[in-house]
């Protein structure tokens, strides 16, 4: 399905680095993305890890790491369903090694390994040619918004029986806000231990040149302080010369988390805030719209998606289709495996070129009819094809988390 690249003549790989390379890795991709401040192992470190080493791809040339590509793997959780996914960036090559295709083989490959251990979704942080060409396509259904932060709540009380406040994250919070997340409909798989090493902790230091800080929300119980919501906010100036403050994740009572919104809109004084909620989270869209705040509903900004093993990935959807829609495992299997091989056909929406050929990996269909953002041309093919169609309408999208911490 995912093409071979022949090498450049001259450069060791596609290989996995060796354990002592790791610093050299990490090096390179701070080369490429973070030359000044050089903080890429610290801001991602569940990619560069000795653990994570077998995920990652390089080309070396005498000894030294010059084109770079990784992923970290961790299920998503669905309305308490498992979708065996990964996540790949920090796909990289110096200046003077490009134009060779090390990154297209170094994709490749990474694909190529996960349709052998059965992923069902590969979630990109990037939406360029050397993606799509390989069957990544814009999808998922997100409602993005930017919004005026003195449209927030300006009150501190989220509820009239009780106070709440809002303060920086402590390490003894840890166990708490761990529990909020783990309590999240659709999430990404995370351990106490992760949630550690993914929260920022680096006062001084920028995380995607932004200044990052997770807030918590917290009350007073008879059971002691209780934390019922957080958000983690990314502060920077932009290009444009605003001051933006991104909402790069949140958990919890929707309540409290828009309190968090308006409390630190009131202390940091934006120009801007900007978020990305999934289209599931109708109580953070409901929320929001109360305050008078619209948003535009569209794919995961700045992200593609392609599916490395479509079997897997129907596996993984029955228990899913057949809780939300009552279909049966058996028919769901035979309908999903027909737009499986029917993904991206012209025939679907052209009964006129039934003897067509599509290359099979073109997958980019079957993504987005999966998780959403079908173009208006094969949302009127659908509805032509009435059993395919019962089941999106009843089954589909199905949600995706915002990347947030487990952006790579």
Known sequence: MFPRITNARGLDGPRVPRPDELGAVTDLSNTVFCPDARTMGLEFPLLFSQENLRRLRIFSSGGRPVSLAGYVQHDLIVEGHRIPAASLGSVCTLPEYRGQGLAAALVSDILRELSRAGLALLIISGDGELYTRMGASAA????????????????????AHRTVSVRPFRAGDLEQVHAVYRREPVRFSRTVGEFNALIW?????????AQERLSVVSSDTLAGEEISAYI??????????KFRVHIAEYAGTRSDVICAMGATARELRPSVMTLTVPASDRDSIRALRDAGVSGSRGALPRHTMVI????????????????RAGIQPHAASALLGNASERAGDARLYNPRLEGTEVPPENMSFLTRLVFGHLTRQETDALARNSELHALAERAFPVPLPVPGLNYV
């Open 201 to 209: 902790q680096h006062p001084g230091k920028e995380r995607l040149h």
């Open 140 to 159: 998922g259904d997100f409602v993005r918004y930017e919004l005026d932060p003195a449209m927030l709540p300006q009150k501190a009380d989220a509820e």
């Open 308 to 323: 490395p093993d479509v079997g897997s990935l129907i596996q993984a959807l029955l228990p899913l289709v057949h809780e």
């Open 232 to 241: 983690v906010t990314r502060a920077r100036r932009g290009e444009d010369g």
